[in-house]
């Protein structure tokens, strides 16, 4: 099937945003040590660039709901972020400290917009008719593409060079984004009740309410709806686990003599879900959601836990590389449950708040791992598997129960809103 206009310019886009925000967890670390000779100014930036994820991400969601120009919101969402590693390359090490995390926290209050903000477009952008599984299974593979990608690139340009101009590369990534993005097709594939087909807020009661409410609107949703609930509460509660993975990885190494491989582990966790995510967009477009999710969790969880008892480095690899197999396609699955059930004129809080309750558990996971570094790596990686078995008994806890057979919908004549024909 021909893609959609709209899919290839997303991809680009995407791939450039994260690429920038993927980039900067390894970037401004080395660049502080290169100017100061220590690492913890760098750790503090990096505190400032990711704290404001969380904070932000329901309001990056309001507001792109309620842009008028979708176009201007995301120039100057990315654009805002661009300018921020741009002027956190000139000052890290350089100017006070106060000064420099105030500015990592503004460059980072754009950072929703690189991750949940721009996921939440494809419904906008991809009709359902054009394969939307395929869309987001693609999204899911730039995430994981930017995993691997971007530490290397910072990497091999320090090396050549510095750690300044790696992360001016970055800034001129998220500039290119924000230009891309603002050349996107907005028309939108699935307008909505409050939204008219270009893209902006047709009058009525979902434009005229106001910001706080929006933001309330956003929470409820996540909240109500019963496949939303399950996949957020699922995915973060798995996330505790993926939060520790790094800290586990360099100790796991460490016990097999190899304390500098525990990078090795992680990019086997990263090309094993790129392989996966790539794997669903070309050959698993059907298979329904709500199946794919505990699945998923359950392969990973078994991944991992075999990687704690597997005999051999080499064979520890390649079992991180069977996990992130798994991994690939269950964000793939998220994000098609997120743009399946999300009310009207809150798909992209949906977008944002998911992806900033993620990153709040993942950093709790990996306070957690730190905290426990002097138990066994074997037993840290087993609890990191018991964690997603969990997480996928949480889900099926938590999801909605199939609709027996012949039981007529919510609405006579049409299947209940965000319900898929296909199952």
Known sequence: MRPHTGLRPYLVTALLARLAGEGMAVAVVMLAMHRTGSAAQGAFVLTAWMAPHVLAAPLTGALAER?????????????????????????????????????????????????????????????????????????????????????????????????????????????????TAAALPYGRADAGEGESGDGTAAPGPESRRTLPADLGAGLAAMWHVRELRAVTAATSLAFVGVGGLTTTAVLLAGVRGRPDAGGVLMTALALGALTG??????????????????????GAGL???????????????????????????????????RADHSPPGVRAQVFTIGAGLKISAAACGSALAGAAAGLPPQLLLLGIAALQFAAAGLHRLLRPRPRPAGKPAARAGAPARGQRTSG
Do not use: K
């Open 67 to 179: 842009a008028r120009d979708p176009r201007l919101f995301y120039l100057c969402a990315l654009g805002g972020m661009a300018a921020g590693i741009a002027v956190l390359a000139a000052i890290t090490g350089r100017a006070p400290l106060p000064v420099v995390l105030a500015v990592a926290a503004l460059g980072g209050g754009c950072g929703p917009v690189a991750t949940g903000g721009l996921s939440g477009l494809l419904a906008r952008l991809v009709p359902e008719e054009t394969g939307r599984d395929r869309a987001y299974a693609l999204d899911a593979a730039t995430y994981n593409a930017v995993s691997v990608a971007g530490p290397a690139l910072v990497s091999v340009i320090a090396a050549l060079a510095s750690p300044a101009p790696a992360v001016l590369l970055l800034a001129i990534s998220a500039a290119s984004a924000a230009v």
């Open 277 to 298: 995510s790539l794997a669903v967009a070309r050959w698993l477009r059907s298979f329904p959601t709500r199946r794919l999710v505990p699945l998923c969790l359950t």
């Open 303 to 337: 991944g991992l836990a075999a990687a704690a008892a597997a005999p051999s480095f080499a064979v520890q690899v390649a079992l991180f590389a069977v996990a992130g197999v798994f991994e690939g396609p269950l964000l793939s699955a998220t994000l098609r449950i």
